[in-house]
């Protein structure tokens, strides 16, 4: 590497579409329009997750959200949050391809009202629906083994297993078998989606190697979320430099740091 | 009053009971102010694609989603 110039991270691929940036944000629950923008761009996130909702009356608001997007310039990444079977999610996904004008959606089934957790069997059936309907799907998935194997069988080129439950900001709660996957999967671009709450946790997946972090509460609901988004962004670019290039092994016992040869003194009495 | 009751029908719009005078689904979006290519919708939970609309009619009892972009996680 040029040492003159400024370390950055490699680009990563998603179906084919290269993305510099490894953090993805989520666009709910800012307290404005605008702090979300600043907080995008704040961000150099280059992909966005939005959402569909139900609208009876000419409000507009959907269209102007869409707009304010629009002139980001970001990709985006529909996600079918809500959705409890796997009818409802495919069907959530056709109605978000034809609104945002794309193939990538972010697949939620969920399966539990408290922990927000996947479905893990409706969402393989809706992900082997969807991949031949023509969908690029990103699956909201646990660090479940074998869900992955299945998701990837059913034509998943992006995996999502959760940090936490949505929402909880705990981090990585089963960092074990979160590096389990990231081993067992190693061509697999694998994003840490939910459950991240400090720019820390987000380092942190990025040491063990995922290729990139989603996250939206964190940010959001931040008392200053604009320089809460610039605290991941460093983070994650942290994490993903450390790790591209090579942490050192932990050990058990201390090693000196400083050269022990030379060292003053050394032969004084008392001294072997 | 015979006239008036077959002229409207009652379906469940968004999770709403409504009666509508629209025939199809296309008039169904239009009659409620909203820009074609603003929405998508979904009839008895199957997608209804934009260029389906016009043809397709609605039915007495009929479930009927109408949804637009909205921030999400």
């Known amino acids: 590497m040029d040492a003159a110039r400024p370390a950055t991270t490699k680009p990563f691929t998603l179906y084919g579409v290269e993305v510099s940036s490894r953090l993805l944000l989520g666009t709910a629950r800012f307290p404005s329009p605008h702090v979300m923008s600043e907080a995008v ?103 479940d083994l074998i869900a992955a194997e299945r998701l990837i069988a059913a034509g998943c080129r992006v995996l999502m297993p959760w940090g936490a439950p949505i929402g909880t900001g705990r981090g990585l709660a089963n960092r074990y078998a979160l590096k389990s996957l990231r081993d067992y999967f190693p061509e697999v671009p694998l994003i840490i989606d939910a459950g991240i709450g400090a720019p820390s946790h987000a380092a942190e997946a990025m040491e063990l190697g995922y290729d990139a972090v989603l996250l939206n509460t964190a940010v959001a609901t931040a008392a200053d979320p604009v320089r809460m988004a610039r605290a991941f962004a460093g983070a994650i670019e942290a994490g993903r430099l450390g790790y591209e290039a090579g942490l050192m092994q932990m050990r058990d016992m201390a090693a000196p740091s400083t050269p022990v040869a030379g060292t003053p003194f050394f032969d004084l009495d008392g001294r072997q | 009053m015979q006239l008036h009751k077959s002229a409207l029908t009652k379906v469940l719009l968004n999770g709403e009971q409504v009666e509508t005078g629209a025939r199809t689904l296309a008039e169904l979006v239009a009659s409620r102010g909203l820009a074609e290519g603003a929405v998508a919708t979904a009839i008895n939970g199957e997608f209804v694609a934009r260029q389906a609309r016009a043809a397709t009619l609605l039915a007495e009892g009929d479930k009927v989603e109408i949804v637009a972009p909205r921030q999400g996680g």
């Open chain 1, 41 to 143: 761009r704040a961000s150099r996130a280059e992909v966005v997750t939005v959402s569909l909702r139900r609208e009876t009356a000419r409000t507009g608001t959907g269209q102007r959200f869409f707009d304010l997007i629009k002139e980001l310039g970001v990709r985006v990444l529909p996600n079918t949050a809500g959705c409890r079977t796997p009818k409802e999610a495919v069907t959530t996904a056709r109605m978000a391809r034809e609104l945002f004008g794309t193939d990538w959606v972010k697949l939620e089934v969920i399966g539990n009202d408290d922990t927000l957790q996947p479905d893990l069997f409706g969402l393989v059936e809706a992900a082997g629906v969807l991949s031949t309907d023509g969908f690029r799907v990103f699956p909201y998935t646990t660090e």
